[in-house]
């Protein structure tokens, strides 16, 4: 029977660090997909994947609600990505695009996609990523999220709509004449 | 249907979630309406989209190489190196922090590079010793002349031990939650003995490490040590109770080196000072080796030559020879749990929704049952605990997530067995849902029986002393362990006086259905029980 997250980081807490291999198992996808999104590259996405867990597990005890494992982990992330971006920042400034930089081998599978989730906002976000990356059904995100399961389907919904809206607007960016 | 509502219902749509009259309607109108009917088709394409991305993206297997970076890190100088920079205590501008990370190159390892205060240091240990999966350790005792040289390893809840006289092995020692294996090399043979996990608290102070809390510990005026080439910050526990044992009685503190760059202890020494002296004397040493290498599972299976007799002492857990345990109902058999916590065994809980909760509880020191003290000190006894308790070293609050009135009925023993049931009756919600955790908080004492027996001395020490006493408490979810019967075992538990305690709180429940206007709800509450709780459920429908 697998555990809440609650109850694997109170294992961990307890003197099991194993027990974090399984929240990693849990989390990876989504986070994966979010930080591929945020940095257009999935080696750099593995690496700030790696380098958030690690910071999330030396920074457990001081997690607080122990139910929002997931939001507090994707702070982590974000700041993990910005560190990254800014890095690549430092890069570009040697006068090479991200686009020229980086190599068709090199873009995640669905760069796009993943980068237009990893511009939603946070509420959306989270819903698309515990749904699909997490593989949750829709009544369990509620549980989750500690919300009712129709404020799940009108984030997700939500989420569709700027989904679209992004992927659209990508897709004409990539139509225009270079 | 108009297409702006069948629109803000596609994802319930897609994921399932209309009532089926509802899904009929949107059906009907897709099949209608082709604007609807395309955006229903980009809405699937988006999700097998998000679908497909997810997949591929969970090829990718970060847990292994995650965890093997954490354990790096546990002694990586470059995480100090951050800390120490973080740190605002040190106060380093950016050409000093050029300047330190040279000469950090240079020296590593070496003591300049660790300037952490006294409490970062016991917060890093605490967090080296949640990591660490086990314990490997050498204990001494000095001054007595037939001690072993003990070596033992501990992971989780299991202990494999050797004892060693002048290099050479004589004896070795299994022991987990279910038993105790001694074989005796010199006479060539083997005891087993009733679990005893207290056993782990007794074993040199391991148990403190456990739960190791920076909080308890002080450091010492001069509170680092040069040994061998290596720094230490040396730490000690003041007031860790009175010894008593080995010819030898006193007031106790602790000591504890810790490896300044592990962060983890290297030894730990208990220090006696006998009445009306004040000389403190090394009682316990204990050294850890902390294995390179993982445990091996081995290491905790008991073995020992086929030909060595076995002396069974174990006085419970099978049912008697000839006897057929009695048979159990599956609806009132909770999910199994062996859930060991300091001081005690928590074996079952069984909650009923209509507001009965009852723990079976083993302790693992044997301890007299008895009338409890008042406690009077706030801090040990917070939520001002009274009344009859049993063992006498046991005091438990069960509290739930939610403000939930629990009352405590009784408790009892089980039959041939150092276990106990502890009876509680709680305010159930109104659609007699359960709140999802409870905490089981309690006080133990934290010396055991003296080994003459005497329950008068330990009477004496124990009940009139607060700081005997210890605030424990564990949480566990509930979900798995609601029934819709009461366990019939608990009637047959010579002093719980189950019929007696459980009557009024059933009538309770009875009335309560009536006011609701709802008796069948008492009759089916009834028929779900067994032979036992049904008798008294038919006298009091009887009676109403």
């Known amino acids: 029977m697998s555990l809440s997250d609650r109850e694997y980081i109170e294992r961990c807490l307890d003197g099991h660090p194993e027990a974090f291999g399984e929240l990693v198992q849990r989390h990876q996808t989504a986070l994966l997909s979010f930080l591929a999104g945020r940095l257009g590259s999935r080696e750099r996405a593995e690496d700030a994947a790696q380098e958030t867990f690690v910071r999330a597990y030396f920074a457990l005890d001081r997690l607080k609600k122990r139910d929002s494992f997931f939001p507090w982990l994707f702070g982590i992330a974000s700041r993990v990505a910005k560190e990254g971006q800014r890095a690549e920042q430092r890069q570009r400034d040697l006068a090479q695009t991200v686009a020229e930089r980086t190599s068709k081998h090199d873009l995640p599978d669905d760069y796009p996609l993943q980068q237009a989730l990893s511009r939603l906002a946070e509420p959306y976000r989270e819903v698309v990523l515990l749904r699909y990356y997490t593989g949750l059904s829709c009544a369990e995100v509620a549980e989750q999220l500690t919300i009712p399961v129709g404020t799940v389907t009108k984030r997700l919904s939500r989420a569709y709509a700027m989904l679209r809206e992004s992927l659209r607007q990508c897709d004409r960016r990539d139509d225009r004449p270079r | ?544």
């Not at chain 2, 605002?88 to 330190?100: D, E, F, V």
């Not at chain 2, 004040?278 to 204990?286: N, T």
């Not at chain 2, 003459?452 to 009940?463: E, F, H, I, N, T």
């Not at chain 2, 009024?504 to 067994?530: C, D, N, S, T």
Request: aromatic letters at 8%; charged letters at 30%; one cysteine or more.
């Open chain 2, 1 to 544: 249907m108009k297409c702006s509502e069948c629109q803000e219902e596609l994802i319930g749509y897609l994921e399932g979630l209309l009532e089926r009259d509802r899904q009929a309607e949107v059906d009907r109108h897709l099949r209608e309406c082709s604007v609807c009917r395309a955006e229903a088709d980009a809405h699937v394409h988006l999700r097998d989209r998000l679908i497909d991305d997810g997949k591929a993206l969970a090829q990718v297997q970060l847990a292994p190489q995650v965890m093997a970076r954490i354990a790096e890190e546990q002694a990586s100088w470059r995480r100090r190196l951050a800390m120490v920079m973080r740190s605002p205590k040190t106060r380093i501008g950016l050409a000093a922090a050029a300047a330190l990370v040279v000469a950090l190159f240079v020296i590593l390892p070496g003591p300049q590079m660790s300037r952490l205060s006294a409490d970062e240091v016991l917060d890093r240990t605490a967090q080296a010793l949640r990591s660490v999966k086990a314990y490997h350790y050498e204990m001494r005792t000095p001054g007595v002349p037939s001690a072993l040289l003990r070596e033992i390893w501990t992971q989780g809840d299991r202990i494999y031990a050797r004892g060693l006289r002048e290099g050479q092995l004589v004896a070795e020692f299994w022991a987990d939650p279910t038993r105790i294996v001694r074989y005796d090399r010199e006479t060539n043979k083997v005891t087993i003995s009733d679990a005893h996990p207290g056993l782990l608290r007794a074993m040199g102070g391991i148990a403190m490490l456990r739960n190791f809390k920076p909080e308890d510990w002080q450091p010492l005026p001069d509170s680092r040590a040069k040994h061998e080439g290596r720094w230490y910050r040396v730490f000690e526990l003041p007031g860790t109770g009175t010894f008593r044992g080995m010819g030898r009685s006193g007031e106790t503190k602790m000591r504890l080196w810790v490896d300044e760059q592990k962060y983890l202890p290297v030894r730990l020494e208990g220090q006696l000072r006998p009445p009306e002296t004040s000389e403190w004397e090394r009682f316990l040493e204990v050294d850890f080796l902390w294995d390179e290498e993982e445990v091996r599972e081995a290491l905790f299976e008991p073995s020992y030559p086929e030909t060595a007799p076995v002396d069974d002492q174990r006085q419970f857990l099978e049912p008697e020879a000839g006897q057929e345990a009695p048979p159990v109902a599956p609806e009132e058999v909770a999910t199994p749990i062996v859930s060991v916590k300091p001081g005690l065994t928590l074996e079952k809980l069984w909650i009923h929704p209509v507001g009965v909760l009852i723990l079976r509880i083993a302790p693992h020191d044997r301890l007299p049952f008895g009338e409890p003290p008042e406690l009077e000190d706030p801090e040990k006894n917070p939520w001002g605990l009274k009344g009859e308790e049993i063992p006498l070293a046991l005091k438990g609050q069960v509290i739930f997530e939610e403000p939930v009135e629990v009352r405590r009925l009784g408790a009892g023993g089980v039959p041939k067995r150092w276990a106990g049931y502890l009876v509680y009756e709680f305010e159930p919600k109104a659609d007699e849902t359960v709140p999802d955790t409870l905490t089981f908080r309690y006080l133990l004492a934290r010396r055991s029986l003296p080994s003459d027996g005497s329950l008068q001395a330990y009477k004496d020490a124990v009940l009139k002393d607060p700081s005997a006493w210890h605030l424990y408490e564990f949480t566990v979810p509930t979900e798995d362990y609601i029934v819709n019967r009461i366990p019939e075992e608990i009637y047959a538990s010579p002093n719980l006086y189950a019929e007696k305690i459980l009557f009024p709180a059933l009538k309770r429940i009875v009335e309560r259905y009536q006011a609701q206007g709802q008796p069948e709800k008492a009759v089916a509450f009834m028929e779900a029980q067994g032979p036992n709780t049904r008798r008294l459920l038919e006298k009091l429908l009887e009676t109403e």
